[in-house]
């Protein structure tokens, strides 16, 4: 808790001195939050290129409405939920992709309403933390395939190694419903992983699931 509290601490230091109009508190914000910004932006559209301009766009978003910022927030909160915004903006410029039903790939429940043997099993796996990660770090093409809410979700999560505490706040949704839609694209991956292993598809366009 107290590490969190100072690098707040510190990031208002930078917002106080950025308000101020100095140009050096604001480079010295870039670098400390460039990667990192890359990173989430990286992960909405896994493309370098598209990843480098939404980071260049969130940043400029920062020097522009730093000013609306409320000081008694968390700046990284604020920052990251501008960092989305700025990589969403970009994709949605993109193609529409072809989407299918997150059901079709994680089982749930029996027409009797008891939770499905496969389903047990799922939760076994996804609920192990390790597992968990593994799976986020070598399916990244899965991942791709999930809705964003759930695709954030897993990467901050998984791969970022966010606190879920910290991202809740980023996503502004409640802790229970981040471990939700954690859990469920946790599901998603590893059934997805399950299939290929079983039976490699032949080559076919991109798609993504919806909600």
């Given at each position: 808790?107290?590490?969190?509290?100072?690098?707040?601490?510190?990031?208002?230091?930078?917002?106080?001195?950025?308000?101020?109009?100095?140009?050096?508190?604001?480079?010295?914000?870039?670098?400390?939050?460039?990667?990192?910004?890359?990173s989430l932006a990286?992960?909405?559209?896994?493309?370098?290129?598209?990843?480098?301009?939404?980071?260049?766009?969130?940043?400029?978003?920062?020097?522009?409405?730093?000013?609306?910022?409320?000081?008694?927030?968390?700046?990284?909160?604020?920052?990251?939920?501008?960092?989305?915004?700025?990589?969403?903006?970009?994709?949605?410029?993109?193609?529409?992709?072809?989407?299918?039903?997150?059901?079709?790939?994680?089982?749930?429940?029996?027409?009797?309403?008891?939770?499905?043997?496969?389903?047990?099993?799922?939760?076994?796996?996804?609920?192990?933390?390790?597992?968990?990660?593994?799976?986020?770090?070598?399916?990244?093409?899965?991942?791709?395939?999930l809705p964003p809410?759930?695709?954030?979700?897993?990467w901050m999560v998984?791969?970022?190694?966010?606190?879920?505490?910290?991202?809740?706040?980023?996503?502004?949704?409640?802790?229970?419903?981040?471990?939700?839609?954690?859990?469920?694209?946790?599901?998603?991956?590893?059934?997805?992983?399950?299939?290929?292993?079983?039976?490699?598809?032949?080559?076919?366009?991109?798609?993504?699931?919806?909600?």
């Amino acid at each position: 808790m107290a590490a969190h509290e100072d690098q707040n601490a510190s990031d208002l230091e930078l917002v106080r001195r950025i308000k101020r109009g100095d140009e050096q508190g604001f480079r010295e914000m870039v670098d400390r939050y460039h990667a990192r910004v890359y990173s989430l932006a990286y992960g909405v559209l896994r493309n370098s290129e598209d990843a480098e301009e939404a980071t260049q766009d969130a940043f400029l978003t920062l020097y522009r409405k730093i000013g609306t910022f409320d000081d008694s927030k968390k700046f990284f909160s604020w920052f990251y939920r501008v960092a989305l915004n700025a990589a969403y903006s970009r994709a949605r410029r993109r193609k529409p992709i072809t989407t299918v039903s997150l059901e079709d790939y994680v089982p749930r429940y029996r027409d009797d309403g008891q939770a499905s043997p496969e389903f047990a099993a799922f939760v076994d796996g996804a609920e192990d933390e390790a597992i968990a990660r593994d799976l986020a770090e070598h399916a990244a093409e899965f991942m791709d395939e999930l809705p964003p809410p759930y695709r954030d979700a897993i990467w901050m999560v998984d791969v970022e190694e966010m606190k879920p505490a910290d991202v809740a706040d980023v996503l502004e949704i409640s802790l229970a419903a981040l471990k939700s839609r954690l859990h469920r694209a946790r599901l998603f991956v590893r059934q997805r992983l399950l299939e290929v292993a079983a039976a490699p598809p032949a080559g076919g366009g991109e798609r993504r699931v919806a909600p």
